[in-house]
């Protein structure tokens, strides 16, 4: 299996340069898989882990030391994907994906720390629609199989032969459970608005908010609106989605009086326009949006703290 960033180099030596310049590509990958920053990195690591632990007999045997980290770090996430199914049924609340800043937020967030290159793995991952927040909700509700075939082929463009490798199975079994996830996705993938239109709404959304004022907010929210917040059981949170238009309004009008300090930023959530609600300066809620017919149809809001660790010292100005 080969992947873009091999394209070009000798494949019989695994150099140093070599095997460090995949890292980008497989924790794409993994966080894909995932959802999860902080889980993104551990399989990698594990994935290094086990590379390492190689003779440099058995490394240069390996024709192609990228395919091999792809092969060995989508099995990882294929186990960790069966283990975490079990973990989110016992989780509190709903699960959601963990949120990722901009790149260039990233780094004015380390402004002032004297380093020219961001340590965070966030600077890192390639922001398309493969990671806005919309859909990755809907990958979780692929099984592991499912998910890992999607992405590496649909996603990523490897092959089924190559995919099969990974999942253990057939590349026609493949094949089927890269269509079966393909079919979730369009059923649930609602009107893809231009980023410039979700700027503008959520920024009057935001506005609304903060002005307390519930018939705009009303207005802004489809009539059938979502929203779901995740505390993870570690942060006070309402526990299932709250819907429709009114309730939605009335719940954030109960938070604004609740926090009188809270401070709304707008920022980049997964490639999209999004909101960023910080207390004294600590980053407590990221909230991610999905639009349809010119209104706000879902929010989600994560509030676990452990899922905020990239969001730290983020949206100072």
């Known amino acids: 299996m080969s992947t873009p960033s091999e ?48 003779s440099r007999q058995q490394q240069e045997a390996i024709a192609s030391p990228g395919a091999w980290l792809t092969t060995v770090a989508g099995r990882i996430c294929l186990d960790l994907l069966g283990s975490a199914r079990a973990r989110r049924e016992r989780y509190v609340g709903t699960w959601i994906p963990e949120p990722l800043p901009d790149r260039t937020e990233w780094f004015s967030g380390r402004a002032g720390t004297g380093s020219a290159e961001p340590d965070d793995p966030a600077d890192r991952i390639t922001l398309d629609e493969s990671v806005n927040m919309a859909f990755l909700v809907v990958l979780e509700s692929m099984t592991p199989a499912e998910r890992v075939a999607f992405i590496l082929h649909d996603v990523f463009r490897y092959p089924f032969t190559e995919v099969a490798e990974i999942v253990g199975r057939t590349p026609a079994a493949c094949r089927q459970l890269a269509s079966s996830a393909r079919r979730r996705v369009h059923a649930s993938r609602a009107p893809v608005a231009a980023t410039a239109g979700q700027a503008g709404l959520v920024r009057d959304f935001k506005e609304a908010w903060e002005a307390k004022d519930i018939k705009a907010l009303v207005d802004l929210l489809a009539p059938d609106a979502t ?29 604004a009086d609740k926090a009188p300090g809270l401070a709304l930023l707008e920022r980049t959530v997964n490639g999209r326009p999004g909101l960023v609600a910080q207390l004294s300066g600590v980053t407590v809620t990221v909230a991610a949006f999905s639009l349809g017919g010119g209104r706000i149809t879902r929010i989600w809001a994560v509030r676990n703290p452990e899922k905020l660790r990239p969001w730290t010292g983020n949206g100072q100005d």
């Open 7 to 54: 394209a070009g180099r000798d494949r019989t030596e695994p150099g140093l340069g070599v095997i460090v310049a995949e890292r980008r590509q497989l924790i794409n990958l993994a966080y894909r898989l995932l959802g999860s920053l902080a889980e993104a990195e551990d399989a990698v690591q594990e994935t290094y882990t086990r590379w390492y632990a190689m």
């Open 227 to 255: 929203m779901t917040a995740d505390g993870g059981g570690l942060v006070g949170t309402v526990l299932r989605p709250v819907e429709g238009s009114e309730h939605i309004a009335q719940y954030l009008i109960h938070i």
